[in-house]
């Protein structure tokens, strides 16, 4: 009986948030853009009505003094097979997660959970372009494969008739993989339904041949050698790509399942986050994500350790933090999530000690909320 009372209490709680509204008063903001000292946040039906002053009126109240509120993050590279995940997602302040490869099906049935409470929203690439035999096709489900550029017209108009929001090609030379040609008209034909594509790449040359031909970005970053600073100089030139580098997945595999040195592992890291910080500098935009549930990695706080890494690799604290709200929202246009601003969907975590100043500071979340409503921890 307490326990059904403390969860009625609990319902009742989140219902108020929700439909009553409330501000969040003299709390460092950071609202996607910049970081606002001393700043209120107000929250009515789910929407962020002003940042500022703080209106009068009936509201709930929340005292942030000496706190860091932030927007709800994303996590720009998962694979969501279990509907549980979504959760573990939200109760980590990820309430948003881009998937690059899964059953259709399945992702039509999580989609369709994105207004729940307390459940991270899906977006979804449905079935990754991949060869016959190729890398992404070894999982256990059927997976629908291309042979050649001429399929590439058929395959995305079936991905779009399924409801994905986003394309991913897999260039993974390890096992059977895309010609770039295949690779060059697959891109074609989903940017004339409006899609985003990311790119799955291991190798710097199929990094660059892969920006080159219009992809919007690489879902990974490559790990076998740096870029030559011609290549890096043209793909300066390119507007408003991505990447999503993965360094603690790929550091993971390399430990886990390639079974390399720790000097081995050691001189991969030391690579990729060299590579990360020539991309930023070029003006190549960075995401966040992980890429779970390879390695072991979960759907939740290990999306801190991925931010860890873009802070060593150059990164600002502030700098990092979009790279995990407004950055993913730009570049995957999900619509009023990243910011801050009046307008938005009041997705909202709040901290109880700054992560600019210490990106280990996203350990000590304290409140999280999805469209207004708080997210049970």
């Not at 399945?106 to 079935?127: N, T």
């Not at 350790?305 to 999900?334: C, H, I, Q, W």
Request: charged fraction near 20%; glycine fraction near 8%; aromatic fraction near 8%.
């Amino acid at each position: 009986m307490k326990i059904i009372l403390s969860y009625f209490l609990f319902t009742v709680n989140l219902l108020l948030f929700a439909q009553e509204g409330f501000i969040i008063e003299n709390a460092t903001v950071f609202d996607g853009d910049q970081v606002l000292e001393q700043t209120n946040v107000t929250v009515i039906n789910g929407q962020i009505t002003a940042v500022g002053e703080a209106p009068d009126g009936n509201y709930i109240r929340i005292d942030a003094t000496g706190k860091f509120l932030m927007p709800g993050m994303t996590n720009s590279h998962v694979h969501a097979f279990n509907p549980l995940s979504l959760k573990e997602a939200a109760r980590a302040g990820v309430l948003n997660v881009l998937d690059m490869h899964g059953m259709e099906p399945m992702q039509g049935y999580m989609k369709a959970q994105k207004e729940l409470p307390g459940v991270a929203r899906m977006y979804v690439a449905g079935y990754a372009a991949t060869a016959p035999e190729g890398h992404g096709t070894q999982y256990g489900f059927e997976v629908p494969t291309l042979t050649g550029p001429d399929d590439a017209v058929s395959w995305v108009e079936d991905r779009v008739a399924a409801g994905v929001d986003h394309i991913k090609i897999i260039i993974e030379p390890w096992k059977n993989t895309l010609s770039h040609q295949t690779v060059k008209a697959i891109i074609d034909a989903a940017h004339t339904h409006n899609k985003v594509v990311g790119v799955h790449v291991s190798r710097a040359s199929d990094g660059y041949k892969a920006l080159v031909s219009g992809a919007n970005g690489l879902v990974h970053l490559w790990w076998d050698q740096p870029l030559d600073d011609d290549a890096l100089s043209h793909i300066e030139q390119l507007e408003g790509v991505f990447v999503t580098p993965t360094i603690l997945t790929t550091i993971l595999i390399h430990q886990k399942v390639m079974n390399k040195t720790v000097q081995e592992v050691a001189n991969t890291k030391t690579l990729m986050l060299t590579e990360v910080k020539r991309l930023f500098d070029s003006g190549v935009v960075i995401l966040a994500g992980t890429d779970p549930p390879n390695a072991g990695i979960n759907m939740g706080d290990d999306l801190y350790k991925e931010m860890a890494y873009l802070k060593k690799a150059g990164l600002s604290g502030l700098d990092v933090l979009k790279t995990a709200t407004s950055n993913p929202a730009r570049m995957f246009g999900l619509p009023q999530v990243g910011y801050i601003k009046p307008g938005y969907t009041a997705d909202l975590l709040l901290l109880s000690k700054n992560p600019i100043e210490d990106i280990e500071n996203l350990n000590s979340l304290e409140m999280i909320w999805k469209a207004g409503v708080a997210v049970q921890r």
